[in-house]
């Protein structure tokens, strides 16, 4: 066996135990104690949510506008929200001009929190704050970035090419999550990105 | 028959006209080409938002968070939401501070969309920026935020009184509605308010 196939094999093992060792799976509801795995759930399992910036147009009011996102491959988000955006919409002007912004998701839309009001503590919800920037384009973040968002959001590969979509992430600063009575659950940035897969791990080596 | 029987008889038949003619309705979505109807339809149709404020806590960044919210009682709305918040949390404490603010809904949630993208300008979305005021307490307005909160989110009666929940509006200044290709449909607040039932009409005398 030459240095190639040690590499190799070297390389699927480091990526098979980083990946049986932490084993990130978001697809049903952490318990509320866990507030990192209740964020990373609510980040990986919206397809959807609100992305807050300063208005340019209505003198620097914060401007909340729908928007799809994606962490990652399904049910393997890596927390990092990735966005499709042209700057034919405000939040893309507005993000050249001042890059601070949030992105706000509900446990709403996945469906679990039943009958309990979406303003209910116990119906998560995480607000994660930060810049929101251009990716740079030819990189291999930008290849995850496509990968994140088209194989969540099959039809943005049509969208139109005059439009000019770029990708666009948020670099996360404040993580404010409610899922439970008690306030905000305090967590810090590593934390959040703590949880890990070989995707995450390969992003890391950028 | 006295004065005030005829008042009251007036008054009823003034109502009714009221409601005959233009005879709100906004259980069905409306026509993409009437953007009016569309977003009243969102906001009567939705019960929950992100309320976006100007935050205090993280150096003036724009601060989502995930609201209940009502524009009237169920299938009634007036077009104005009104919220009930509490300064425990951050939403409320930075309006005191700074009044400006966006609410923002989709339709996603509604359930029209179908499998359309929630950023796909056929699934409408719609920013409300205004200002988000106190309703000032022991007048009829305050009357009517509770009757339209509490209609449709029955479990606010019951939440803790030591929170010291308080009822919000925001004050409608800028409509930004996407419902069809094109960006966004342009329209006044005059437009927005214009559809109205004997309820909003009420409302209006105060």
Same mark, same amino acid.
């Given at each position: 066996?030459?240095?190639?196939?040690?590499?190799?094999?070297?390389?699927?093992?480091? @990526?098979?135990?980083?990946?049986?060792?932490?084993?990130?799976?978001?697809?049903?509801?952490?318990?509320?104690?866990?507030?990192?795995?209740?964020?990373?759930?609510?980040?990986?399992?919206?397809?959807?949510?609100?992305?807050?910036?300063?208005? @340019?147009?209505?003198?620097?009011?914060?401007?909340?506008?729908?928007?799809?996102?994606?962490?990652?491959?399904?049910?393997?988000?890596?927390?990092?929200?990735?966005?499709?955006?042209?700057?034919?919409?405000?939040?893309?002007?507005?993000?050249?001009?001042?890059?601070?912004?949030?992105?706000?998701?509900?446990?709403s839309p996945i469906g679990s929190c039943g009958?309990?009001?979406?303003?209910?503590?116990t119906c998560a919800k995480l607000t994660l704050?930060?810049?929101?920037?251009?990716?740079?384009?030819?990189?291999?973040?930008?290849?995850?970035?496509?990968?994140?968002?088209?194989?969540?959001?099959?039809?943005?590969?049509?969208?139109?090419?005059?439009?000019?979509?770029?990708?666009?992430?948020?670099?996360?600063?404040?993580?404010?999550?409610?899922d439970w009575f008690g306030g905000r659950k305090?967590?810090?940035?590593?934390?959040?990105?703590?949880?890990?897969?070989?995707?995450?791990?390969?992003?890391?080596?950028?």
């Amino acid at each position: 066996m030459n240095f190639k196939g040690v590499y190799y094999i070297c390389f699927v093992f480091l @990526i098979g135990s980083l990946e049986a060792s932490v084993g990130v799976d978001y697809t049903s509801k952490p318990d509320p104690k866990d507030g990192v795995a209740t964020a990373r759930w609510l980040a990986s399992q919206n397809n959807w949510g609100v992305l807050s910036t300063i208005s @340019i147009e209505l003198g620097g009011a914060p401007f909340g506008n729908v928007v799809s996102f994606s962490d990652g491959l399904p049910d393997k988000g890596c927390g990092i929200p990735y966005f499709y955006l042209t700057t034919l919409d405000p939040t893309a002007r507005n993000a050249l001009k001042d890059e601070r912004a949030s992105l706000t998701l509900s446990e709403s839309p996945i469906g679990s929190c039943g009958k309990t009001d979406p303003e209910n503590p116990t119906c998560a919800k995480l607000t994660l704050t930060g810049k929101l920037m251009l990716v740079t384009e030819n990189t291999t973040e930008v290849e995850f970035a496509a990968s994140a968002l088209f194989s969540k959001h099959a039809e943005m590969k049509g969208w139109p090419q005059d439009h000019k979509f770029q990708f666009y992430k948020l670099d996360i600063e404040d993580i404010f999550l409610v899922d439970w009575f008690g306030g905000r659950k305090p967590m810090t940035l590593a934390q959040y990105l703590q949880p890990s897969n070989q995707q995450c791990e390969l992003k890391k080596l950028w």
